[in-house]
């Protein structure tokens, strides 16, 4: 009766098993083929330009083949620089202009991979060999030295679109295994190859290690020596060299090496392997010489003692299909007195954590869970001096990673060191816990150190010791992250070595550490630029926009001073570009002397909002009046109405027409600059527009009266000075900014524009009216007879009478 029960109770757990694997292996119905839609890539100067794009990669991949190709939009534009990251998990996190990171800045990534590609659209491969299961990220962007600031419209239109796209080759032929935990059994699966195998196993909460057992190990039929090589991974196929695989080669075991116990020949292979809780591991078996092998193989884990497993709760399983699994063959187990495998995650202590997630997005902490009786979390962290002690906290996919992870250790203040001084180690891990080792570093992740004898303030990892040490990870990977803590005890600190060691008197000590998410560098980028937050390829992102951008302050939290613009120049870019507007209250005092009264609002409106929206734009010396979309908006539309109520002046047209003029022109205009306001033809077509009219006019006034208009005094002491210094100011405009140069050019071209109002603004008109179209339509009467106002060419007026439709006048309010 006992037997049948146990019988029953393995037979229902693996049925669990199975539908739990069954579920993995069918990766959620990840296409292996994936294509983007292409994307406009930008010319890089901080993070904020890079374009993202996102894969998914589903479980046993053997390879995933990416694609891309860059072109241009134009075929008139020349070909760019393309350059792609590859990251799995989160962002890449890359420098491509050099700057320095900060202080305390992690930077190892799991995987990472640079391309470069031209935008002339040729296809770049690369292959991922055994591609990590979950998300794949791309970061791309454009590098060219060019800092023309080119007007939309003066050339061609040049913008860089990449295509990508993904192919995804499973690997066929992988073998599950179910491992064992109880010490009291030994389940071995014999097994013949002849070319390369894989097997795979899922490991449960709380393991961190296993062991792969290759044992009785022979050629076939030959009895040589064992010809395999052992590799295992987690999360990935094994490969050569890769980040996470483990290896061990076989061949050179003895044929009589027996010692796991199994009591006959064969050889034996161990190999460790830290393990990930509830996702695959792969082993592959390899054939050193192309001869077949037979062998016996078993997956021993080890677990964190922190529950226990029934009698005969695993048990192995030779192959599984998902589709039939009734079609799996029942598997003897087989039980032994006593396991050889060590196991010393019992003496390990762990603390929980809670997560609070904070106001906003990115920003998250994780701390002890709160005591029951003030319902806060304790101020310190008491952790035994005897045995190391571990926590682990979790990055979600997607919505956690676009910030920055800070992870800090510090000893507070009144530790009792008369006896022995204390250090503190942590070994900060992703994915697989890290251990402290007999010297002080880490297995795996990255070190930080604190001690009560400060024997340096160094940076990062490599810090010799202090009493507070910080590490920063921007765009942290996703997965389980593990923080393992060992305490020793020391007199005396030289030379960065604490010795001698000592046991420690007490047997714990107090820490405080800080665990915690926020966006940018702890949700700020310093005095030397702001931090934002963006949207790409529908993924959010944090990252620093430093002043005076690639000219100014770089890197990652804006301290790279390296190619900083001095604060004297970036103030004089903020009051060259605003103080030239200045220029404009001549004109407008011009204006109102002349009772131009439109003119010499629209002239002020202009000078108004040029300065504020320029005061706005600039960086680090900012004050903004309003929303930058606002005052940009009526900058443009101000500086092309002026041309416009320029030009309908110097048409001297009668005063109907003029108002026509200007309230379908203010219509016109504001139509085309909310339509495109950096477009070249919102400022053409409203200026043509307005010198047809004027020309026209001058043509009628030169027909009506039979001579030049307007005078030959103002086309050579007004029009042509004034049109020489507004083609001074286009030029400075359209053709001559550079990135460098913007703000000598653009104040320039404030300045021509405003002194070519001084030349181009009309003399007073006269106080009667001066424009009759038809006879006697200046004085509101039908009849064909009337007086009008000529002023001749030296200046004198005289009254002239009309009595015929030929002898029509008009007079020339063109000094």
């Not at 995933?64 to 792609?84: G, L, M, W």
């Not at 590859?86 to 990171?101: C, D, E, I, N, T």
């Not at 791309?140 to 080119?150: E, V």
Request: hydrophobic share 40%.
């Amino acid at each position: 009766m006992h037997l049948m029960l146990q019988e029953t109770r393995i037979w229902l757990f693996l049925e669990v098993i199975l539908l739990v694997q069954c579920s993995l292996l069918s990766g959620l119905g990840i296409p292996t083929y994936q294509k983007l839609s292409p994307r406009e890539l930008f010319k890089y100067r901080s993070y904020k330009d890079v374009q993202l794009f996102h894969f998914q990669v589903p479980a046993q991949m053997a390879y995933a083949k990416f694609a891309f190709r860059a072109n241009e939009t134009d075929s008139r534009c020349d070909p760019k620089n393309v350059t792609i990251y590859l990251q799995h998990g989160s962002y890449p996190v890359v420098s491509p202009l050099g700057a320095r990171f900060p202080d305390n800045f992690h930077l190892a990534r799991t995987s990472l991979t640079g391309l470069s590609a031209r935008s002339d659209s040729t296809w770049l491969r690369y292959t991922e060999e055994a591609p990590l299961a979950g998300d794949w990220f791309v970061a791309a962007f454009t590098l060219y030295d060019d800092t023309r600031i080119t007007q939309k419209g003066l050339g061609p239109s040049c913008h860089t679109v990449l295509e990508s796209e993904a192919r995804l080759e499973p690997q066929e032929d992988v073998i599950t295994l179910v491992p064992e935990v109880t010490a009291h059994q030994r389940l071995i699966l014999m097994h013949k190859i002849n070319a390369t195998q894989y097997y795979r196993f899922v490991v449960p909460e709380g393991t961190f290690s296993a062991v792969v057992n290759v044992s009785k190990c022979v050629e076939a039929g030959g009895g040589g020596p064992c010809p395999l090589a052992v590799s295992a991974s987690p999360l990935a196929l094994p490969t050569d060299g890769g980040p996470l695989t483990s290896s061990v080669n076989c061949s050179s075991l003895s044929s009589d090496d027996s010692s796991t116990g199994s009591g006959s020949g064969g050889g034996v292979c161990l190999l460790t392997l830290d393990t990930v809780p509830n996702r695959w591991h792969y082993v592959r078996l390899e054939l050193e010489n192309g001869t077949a092998a037979q062998f016996g193989i078993q997956i021993v884990l080890q677990d964190g003692c922190e529950g226990t497993h029934k009698e005969n709760e695993y048990m192995l399983v030779s192959e599984m299909r998902c589709q039939s699994p009734a079609r799996t063959a029942f598997i003897p187990v087989l039980f032994a007195e006593d396991s050889t495998l060590g196991n010393d995650s019992c003496d390990w202590d762990r603390v929980p954590l809670g997560r609070q997630s904070l106001a906003g997005s990115l920003a998250f902490i994780y701390d002890q869970l709160p005591d029951p009786l003030t319902t806060k979390p304790p101020a310190r962290l008491n952790i035994t001096t005897e045995r190391p002690t571990y926590m682990t906290f979790e990055v979600q996919p997607v919505q956690d990673i676009g910030g920055t992870l800070t992870v800090a250790l510090t000893l507070p203040t009144g530790l009792n060191t008369s006896l022995a001084n204390v250090s503190v180690t942590g070994c900060l891990s992703h994915f697989v816990r890290g251990r402290v080792l007999e010297d002080g570093s880490c297995s795996s992740g990255v070190r930080l150190t604190v001690n009560t004898t400060t024997f340096s303030s160094g940076s990062g990892s490599d810090s010799g010791g202090r009493k507070d040490n910080i590490t920063n990870l921007p765009y942290p990977e996703p997965g389980d992250w593990y923080l393992t803590l060992a305490v020793r005890c020391y007199l005396q600190q030289e030379y960065g070595r604490e010795t001698p060691l000592v046991p420690c008197p007490e047997n714990q000590t107090s820490l405080i550490f800080h665990i915690e998410s926020a966006p940018c560098l702890q949700a700020s980028c310093g005095a030397n630029g702001a931090c934002y937050q963006y949207f790409s390829g529908g993924f959010v992102f944090s990252t620093c926009v430093c002043w005076a951008g690639k000219h100014g302050y770089g890197g990652w939290g804006c301290t790279d001073s390296s190619r900083a613009t001095p604060d004297f120049q970036l103030l004089l870019a903020t009051l060259l570009l605003t103080i030239s507007n200045v220029l404009f209250v001549p004109a407008v005092l011009l204006a109102l002397r002349r009772r131009y009264f439109t003119e010499a609002f629209v002239y002020a409106f202009a000078m108004f909002f040029s300065t504020f929206y320029h005061a706005c734009d600039e960086e680090k010396y900012v004050f903004c009046l309003m929303r930058l979309s606002v005052m940009q908006f009526c900058d443009f539309y101000a500086g092309i109405f002026a041309f416009w109520v320029t030009l309908v002046c110097m048409a001297d047209l009668a005063p109907a027409w003029s108002s026509l003029m200007n309230v379908g022109g203010a219509m016109l205009v504001a139509l085309g600059v909310e339509y495109d306001r950096t477009g070249l033809w919102v400022f053409v077509v409203p200026v043509a527009t307005a010198f047809v009219c004027m020309v026209s006019s001058w043509v009628y006034h030169c027909r009506r009266q039979r001579a030049l208009y307007p005078s030959l005094r103002y086309l050579l002491l007004g029009l042509l000075p004034g049109a020489t210094v507004a083609g001074v100011g286009l030029v400075c405009y359209a053709l001559l900014e550079t990135e460098e140069n913007y703000k000598y050019t653009h104040s320039a071209w404030h300045c021509c524009i405003a002194v070519s109002i001084l030349f181009l603004l009309p003399p007073r008109r006269p106080q009667t009216d001066s424009y009759s179209p038809v006879g006697g339509a200046a004085g509101g009467s039908g009849s064909s007879t009337g007086k009008l106002l000529r002023v001749t060419a030296g200046g004198s007026q005289q009254t002239v009478n009309t009595s015929s439709d030929s002898e029509r006048g008009v007079a020339d309010g063109h000094r």
